[in-house]
């Protein structure tokens, strides 16, 4: 099979709806079509779009000049295969753009608060929650509230005045109050595990992110902040990988073991 073959199959099994490709794969089984330009074309009428007729036909024009002179049913099985891939692939890595900005209804993205809302929400097992900030978000901590009592697993891992050095100016219990700080385990990044620079001064915990159900992550420009929910630009992926989620506890439970991160 040749190397524009191979990439016209992989562009009908990317692009056509269901309903046209499962049309085209019967074409394709159900005739012993060899190949010809006038089959070509009685199989190209049956479309009426125009655009995927000629997607299909770029296909067809491959096939022709194919060297291996693949029949027809032999097309069809590599498309049905083309397309499962397609689809574990896709089921295996789903990302969504996530940002706090304008409103702009003509993109596709999802706005950074209702994101961390729908991820609290939808928690049933254990929520793992990384901020530099954390401040003045009540819907946010209404909503851990509520993950706790139907069973929740949360970890919180943030920068406070302490483990920061006077980095930001609020603690995390000015936001959560004691209830939802008994009941997470806290972790924090202690001064005397930080790299330091020649003038002594140390880095910063600056990751952002969130990890449901070790399923779903969500990596963010936006602290849990009032600011970053609602006034400023910020910008996000949140990754549908089990994979990606794993590594990311994975290496979060490595901090912890060798305590650069520590309870509270």
């Not at 702009?104 to 809302?117: F, G, I, Y």
């Not at 949360?154 to 930001?168: F, N, V, Y």
Request: hydrophobic share 45%; aromatic share 6%.
């Amino acid at each position: 099979m040749t190397t524009p073959l191979v990439e016209q199959i992989y562009r009908v099994a990317s692009i056509l709806p269901p309903a046209t490709f499962n049309a085209l794969l019967e074409s394709l089984t159900c005739e012993s079509l060899g190949g010809d330009v006038a089959q070509s074309d009685r199989l190209l009428n049956q479309f009426p779009n125009a655009t995927f007729r000629r997607i299909i036909g770029d296909l067809l024009t491959a096939w022709q000049q194919d060297g291996d002179r693949w029949d027809s049913r032999s097309l069809a099985l590599a498309l049905q295969t083309s397309r499962q891939a397609i689809a574990s692939t896709r089921e295996a890595l789903n990302v969504e753009l996530v940002w706090t900005g304008p409103e702009l209804s003509a993109l596709p993205v999802r706005r950074t608060d209702r994101v961390l809302l729908q991820l609290i929400e939808q928690t049933q097992q254990e929520l793992t929650i990384v901020s530099f900030a954390i401040y003045k978000i009540p819907e946010i901590a209404t909503a851990l509230r509520l993950a706790l009592d139907r069973g929740v697993t949360l970890r919180i891992i943030a920068e406070t005045p302490t483990s920061g050095d006077g980095k930001i100016p609020f603690g995390l219990a000015a936001t959560f109050g004691t209830e939802i700080l008994q009941r997470a385990q806290v972790f924090v990044w202690p001064l005397e595990k930080r790299s330091k620079d020649s003038s002594g001064k140390s880095g910063s915990l600056h990751i952002k992110s969130v990890i449901c159900d070790r399923r779903h992550l969500f990596i963010t420009s936006a602290n849990l902040t009032e600011y970053a929910l609602s006034l400023n630009l910020e910008l996000g992926v949140l990754i549908h990988s089990p994979t990606l989620a794993h590594q990311v506890i994975d290496l979060l439970d490595n901090l912890i073991e060798h305590l650069y991160l520590v309870r509270t």
